[in-house]
C-alpha cells in the first residue's frame, strides 16, 4: 500500500493541507481498492462512510431523472476527491458513480476525514473551496441547459473535455466516452448526440476515430458554444 505522504496525487487535491503526522495516520486506516470499466463506485441512495481519493482512470457521477435518463453531472480524473458532499451532509448520496475506464482510488472512512476537518482549518477551507466550485460548474449547468441549444451545448463539452484531460499521443483527447455518455452529459437522445458529432466532423471542428475525439478548430466550437 502506498503511503499518503509520499503520494505525489494529494498535490491536486485538498488532502495536500494535511501535516505529515495526519498524512500517516491515513496512510492506516485507507483501503486502496482497483475498480474495473463499468463498476460502480457507489449508487443513489448508498450512504458513502467516507470519501475516494482517484489515483487512476475516470468516472462519470450521474443523477437519474424521473423519466429514468442518466445526466451526467461531473467527470471525476485522476487526482480529483470524490464523495466529500455526502460525507458532511451526513445523507445518502443523491448521485452515482461509476468506472470510464479501469480505476485505482484510496478510501478513507469518514471518521478520519472528521477528524482533520475539524482540527486543521487549511484542510477544512479547501474543501469549502473544492464545493463552492462544484456548486458553481452546477450553476452553470442549470443555464446551459436551459438558455442553450443542443448544439452549443455539445461544442462546450467538448471544449470542457479537451481542456481537462490530455492527449494522447495520436492528439486525441485521453477519455474515451460512448456516444450514450456524450449524449447524457448534453442531455438529449444518442442518435441526436451522434448525429452532431457527424455534422461537427464534416464541419471540420472535430474528428472522430470510434471512440476518440480530435478537436480540429477550437475557435470555432468557442464560437458555436456561445452561439455566435
Same mark, same amino acid.
Given at each position: 500500500?502506498?503511503?499518503?505522504?509520499?503520494?505525489?496525487?494529494?498535490?491536486?487535491?485538498?488532502?495536500?493541507?494535511?501535516?505529515? +503526522?495526519?498524512?500517516?495516520?491515513?496512510?492506516?486506516?485507507?483501503?486502496?481498492?482497483?475498480? &474495473?470499466?463499468?463498476?460502480?463506485?457507489?449508487?443513489?441512495?448508498?450512504?458513502?462512510?467516507?470519501?475516494?481519493? =482517484?489515483? +487512476?482512470?475516470?468516472?462519470?457521477?450521474?443523477?437519474?431523472?424521473?423519466?429514468?435518463?442518466?445526466?451526467?453531472?461531473?467527470?471525476?480524473? &485522476?487526482?480529483?476527491?470524490?464523495?466529500?458532499?455526502?460525507?458532511?451532509?451526513?445523507?445518502?448520496?443523491?448521485? &452515482?458513480?461509476?468506472?470510464?475506464?479501469?480505476?485505482? =482510488?484510496?478510501?478513507?472512512?469518514?471518521?478520519?476525514?472528521?477528524?482533520?476537518?475539524?482540527?486543521?482549518?487549511?484542510?477544512?477551507?479547501?474543501?469549502?473551496?473544492?464545493?463552492?466550485?462544484?456548486?458553481?460548474?452546477?450553476?452553470?449547468?442549470?443555464?446551459?441547459?436551459?438558455?442553450?441549444?443542443?448544439?452549443?451545448?455539445?461544442?462546450?463539452?467538448?471544449?470542457?473535455? +479537451?481542456?481537462?484531460?490530455?492527449?494522447?499521443?495520436?492528439?486525441?483527447?485521453?477519455?474515451?466516452?460512448?456516444?450514450?455518455?456524450?449524449?447524457?452529459?448534453?442531455?438529449?437522445?444518442?442518435?441526436?448526440?451522434?448525429?452532431?458529432?457527424?455534422?461537427?466532423?464534416?464541419?471540420?471542428?472535430?474528428?472522430?476515430?470510434?471512440?476518440?475525439?480530435?478537436?480540429?478548430?477550437? &475557435?470555432?466550437?468557442?464560437?458555436?458554444?456561445?452561439?455566435?
Amino acid at each position: 500500500m502506498s503511503k499518503c505522504e509520499q503520494c505525489i496525487i494529494r498535490e491536486f487535491n485538498s488532502l495536500k493541507a494535511l501535516t505529515k +503526522d495526519e498524512l500517516i495516520r491515513i496512510t492506516g486506516c485507507k483501503t486502496s481498492k482497483k475498480i &474495473k470499466k463499468g463498476e460502480i463506485l457507489f449508487d443513489e441512495g448508498e450512504y458513502i462512510n467516507g470519501v475516494f481519493c =482517484v489515483k +487512476d482512470g475516470v468516472c462519470k457521477v450521474s443523477k437519474m431523472s424521473d423519466n429514468g435518463r442518466d445526466q451526467i453531472i461531473h467527470l471525476i480524473k &485522476k487526482g480529483d476527491i470524490l464523495g466529500e458532499r455526502s460525507l458532511i451532509n451526513n445523507e445518502a448520496s443523491n448521485l &452515482k458513480a461509476i468506472a470510464v475506464n479501469d480505476m485505482e =482510488v484510496c478510501f478513507i472512512p469518514k471518521e478520519e476525514i472528521i477528524r482533520d476537518l475539524e482540527n486543521n482549518s487549511n484542510f477544512s477551507m479547501g474543501i469549502l473551496k473544492k464545493m463552492a466550485n462544484s456548486l458553481k460548474k452546477a450553476d452553470d449547468v442549470i443555464v446551459d441547459m436551459a438558455q442553450k441549444t443542443v448544439k452549443q451545448r455539445l461544442a462546450a463539452t467538448l471544449l470542457l473535455l +479537451d481542456a481537462k484531460f490530455d492527449k494522447n499521443e495520436n492528439g486525441s483527447i485521453n477519455i474515451n466516452l460512448s456516444r450514450e455518455d456524450m449524449a447524457n452529459i448534453i442531455g438529449t437522445a444518442t442518435e441526436s448526440a451522434i448525429r452532431l458529432l457527424s455534422e461537427f466532423k464534416k464541419k471540420k471542428l472535430i474528428d472522430l476515430k470510434g471512440k476518440e475525439i480530435f478537436i480540429t478548430d477550437i &475557435k470555432a466550437l468557442k464560437e458555436l458554444s456561445e452561439g455566435f
